[in-house]
């Protein structure tokens, strides 16, 4: 089992509409969740990240982690079609190595 | 504030031969980690660099190797290249008391022919 599963898509939905892009992960000793957007051929860009369970709010951007379920997620209200992109959800392993999930691609069409 | 740089942006070389890749970190940042991303993955840890010493490496052979110097900037040399090695290669800088938080660079993709 990897440390990250998140499902690579492609997810396409209508500019406007509410996006959720999900990760689960195996390793109960994770404490900081991050996401981050990758536009082709781009740096990843760190978007937000989360320690421990809860909610966290930035903008259009809304990142939650169940720890009791081992489940990150990402919502984008309003979506638009710069939003476009992949969507990387990523953990810390002992405050050094990030280790990442595959990737969600996302298109938003206008 | 200038973020995270790499040089160069791209690089074609031939199966054996050596190359050298550059990271300066973001102002103020202390720590830089590099990764290796091949296409429609997601990045996978390659080392890490805190105080001119690798402070943890990640499942990549002894042909991978780094460097950091005394102003937080970084080399990752990589020998005796296969076409595996074919990828984006990025930088992320960090400082050590939050390396959770780390920024990355624009990378530099490698194609070995």
């Known amino acids: 089992q990897k440390e990250v599963e998140q499902d690579p898509g492609p997810l396409s939905v209508p500019e406007g509409a509410i996006v959720s892009l999900n990760c689960t992960y195996s390793n109960s000793a994770f404490q900081y ?18 320690y421990s369970s809860g909610n966290k709010e930035d903008g259009r951007f809304t ?9 990150i997620s990402l919502f984008i209200r309003d979506s638009q079609p710069s939003d476009s992109a992949t969507y990387l959800c990523a953990t810390d392993q002992a405050g ?9 691609t996302l298109s938003v069409s206008s | 504030d200038a973020g995270v740089t790499q040089s160069p942006t791209h690089l074609i ?15 103020g940042h202390d720590t830089v980690s590099w990764y ?11 080392f890490q660099y805190y105080e001119e ?3 943890q490496r990640g499942n990549f052979p002894d042909r991978f190797s780094g460097h950091q110097f005394p102003n937080y900037s970084s080399e990752l ?13 990025l930088c992320a800088s960090s400082l050590t008391s939050a390396s959770y938080e780390q920024y990355f660079g624009p990378g530099t993709r490698l194609t070995v022919t």
Do not use: H
């Open chain 2, 77 to 89: 040399n990589v020998n005796a290249l296969l076409l595996g090695d074919s990828a984006l290669y």
């Open chain 1, 33 to 50: 969740f991050m996401w981050y957007r990758q536009y082709s051929r781009k740096g990843p860009e760190l978007l937000m990240y989360t």
């Open chain 1, 96 to 104: 050094t190595a990030l280790i990442f999930g595959k990737g969600t």
């Open chain 2, 13 to 27: 070389k031939t199966r054996g031969q050596q190359v050298t890749l550059r990271c300066s970190p973001k102002s």
């Open chain 2, 36 to 46: 290796q991303q091949a296409l429609g993955q997601g990045p996978q840890f390659i």
């Open chain 2, 53 to 55: 010493e690798e402070r």
């Open chain 1, 63 to 71: 990142a939650q982690v169940d720890k009791s379920s081992k489940y």
